[in-house]
């Protein structure tokens, strides 16, 4: 639970087949009620990925996976890896040489141009890499350098621009802008109305997300989902059940925004939101606090469900769904460090009938207390 929370997030009208997915679809709504861990949960699939020792790890920061690549970056560096785990390449080291970067704040994948960019905001400089990790070039932008020295992620968008998160800071409450990086302008597009006290807040790991070529992301202490147009966002999904949210009187007097302030409100019975959204071609996923709960909405027969992301051996037959990250293609991507598999393991040592569970329990009699993280890769088939 050291994770931060904020963000919030809800459903309405549009495609099936999108975050903005079609509200009046027939299906269970539970907000209100909050299940075990997996409970009632089915899985197609379930895979465990071992990420190579060639590097040392550490704690995963931020992950993308891109044209079968899985993105990884830490406080200090950043990797990708191939689906089975071996190491693909390295992307350039700290420093202020030309192909160096002090902190690496985001990163984004272009496809199109099958390019990595780590973006230094401190140094104001775009740093673009061959999937390989061969240096391509540098590109200064001041502009970041000025107006986000909080830029925590960013997604690409058309006509090269940048949808960019940011922590608050403050009485700075930008948490979202526009880098157009053919000019280097930059253009406030969302704030939030509370401060912080004195620390560069996030307000959750993954609050925009790029699905089917759209761009939607949620906001703290709002139970919708927004779909951004090119220049607006709009709502386009509210999660149904959502009572005791904070009016905008109430977040003006928020002086201490973190994610204790957060987590103290959620004690007292307030909609705090959500802080990561996450979508696959059957599922939304929002997390809820990081570790504490999740929610799942199935675009396929519209139920709504809320869980804990603690569980009950004695109720849960199947792996227990844990910190959601990143999807790809159907599956949600959780990490799980060496102790966490181990956990789980001993958790369920009498339950041997599960090949899904058979797979935790084989790792665990093998994986090292100092091992790398593990990426969980879940299929589920219902909810």
Do not use: W
């Not at 970067?101 to 990163?107: D, N, R, T, V, W």
């Not at 007097?253 to 939101?273: P, R």
């Amino acid at each position: 639970m050291n994770h931060f929370r904020t963000i919030v997030l809800c459903s309405l009208a549009a495609s099936l087949f999108s975050a903005c997915g079609n509200s009046s679809k027939s299906g269970e709504y539970g907000y209100k009620e909050l299940y075990s861990n997996a409970s009632g949960i089915t899985f197609d699939d379930f895979d465990i990925v071992e990420l190579s020792e060639d590097v040392p790890l550490g704690a995963v920061r931020k992950i993308k996976i891109e044209d079968s690549l899985i993105f990884i970056s830490t406080d200090e560096s950043m990797y990708s890896f191939n689906m089975d785990g071996s190491l693909n390449a390295t992307y350039g080291t700290q420093g202020r040489a030309a192909n160096e970067y002090l902190y690496l704040e985001a990163f984004y994948i272009d496809t199109n141009a099958k390019q990595v960019c780590i973006i230094d905001a401190t140094q104001g400089k775009l740093l673009y890499y061959d999937y390989d990790g061969t240096f391509i070039r540098k590109q200064k932008l001041e502009s970041v350098n000025n107006k986000l020295n909080f830029l925590y992620d960013v997604r690409l968008l058309p006509a090269g621009r940048l949808f960019a998160h940011n922590r608050i800071y403050n009485d700075n409450g930008l948490l979202f802008s526009i880098i157009d990086l053919n000019n280097g302008s930059i253009t406030d597009f969302k704030s939030v109305p509370f401060k912080t006290a004195n620390t560069a807040e996030y307000c959750g790991n993954h609050l925009c997300n790029m699905y089917d070529g759209r761009l939607y992301y949620i906001l703290p202490f709002d139970p919708n989902i927004y779909v951004f147009n090119g220049t607006e966002g709009t709502a386009c999904r509210e999660i149904p059940g959502v009572e005791n949210i904070p009016t905008e009187k109430d977040l003006k007097e928020i002086t201490d925004y973190s994610f204790f302030k957060t987590y103290n409100m959620y004690n007292e019975g307030d909609f705090v939101g959500f802080s990561g959204l996450y979508e696959t071609d059957s599922l939304i996923f929002l997390n809820e606090l990081e570790g504490l709960n999740y929610y799942i909405i199935d675009k396929n027969t519209g139920a709504q469900k809320r869980y804990s992301y603690s569980y009950d051996e004695d109720e849960l037959k199947t792996v227990p769904i844990k910190a959601i990250r990143a999807t790809y293609k159907n599956c949600l991507i959780g990490v799980a460090d060496p102790a966490t598999i181990t956990m789980i393991s001993e958790d369920f040592e009498g339950n041997t009938s599960d090949p899904f569970l058979n797979k935790v329990h084989t790792l665990a009699r093998r994986i090292k207390v100092d091992s790398n993280p593990c990426l969980l890769f879940y299929k589920i088939k219902s909810i």
